[in-house]
């Protein structure tokens, strides 16, 4: 059974930096397409970064937010510098079993999703 477990949210104050982590287990992913998503309550879930043949960030995250994996370790990771108050928000890991030559960003080509690590960034 695939699992994506998240972690590395917390509190931080604005200007802080935090770095997320997500964990693959039941099967690896190779240079399959592994994202980062965020969703505020009542809203949708919206693209944040991902990692695959390339890497592609949404403009709220360019310049602050850097996705890297380690194949190795099945691993994902999102380091968020910068932070603001309006990233405050539950972040997801998800992951595709297949390769992929589209864009990164849809929700719709993720096979599986993690259970959501929240990030709350204080002003």
């Known amino acids: 059974q695939v699992q994506l477990v998240e972690s590395g949210g917390g509190f931080v104050q604005a200007g802080d930096s935090l770095r997320l982590s997500c964990a693959a287990s039941?099967?690896?992913?190779?240079?399959?397409?592994m994202g980062w998503f965020r969703q505020a309550p009542g809203k949708e879930r919206e693209f944040v970064a991902a990692?695959?043949?390339?890497?592609e960030y949404a403009d709220s995250g360019k310049g602050r937010f850097t996705i890297s994996r380690d194949s190795a370790k099945n691993m994902v990771h999102l380091q968020m510098n910068t932070l603001k108050p309006e990233d405050t928000v539950v972040y997801y890991c998800?992951?595709?079993?297949?390769?992929?030559?589209?864009?990164?960003?849809?929700?719709?080509?993720?096979?599986?999703w993690g259970q959501g690590t929240q990030v709350t960034v204080s002003s």
């Open positions: 998800a992951a595709k079993y297949q390769p992929y030559a589209g864009v990164y960003r849809r929700t719709t080509i993720y096979d599986n």
């Open positions: 039941g099967r690896t992913f190779g240079n399959y397409p």
């Open positions: 990692i695959g043949g390339f890497t």
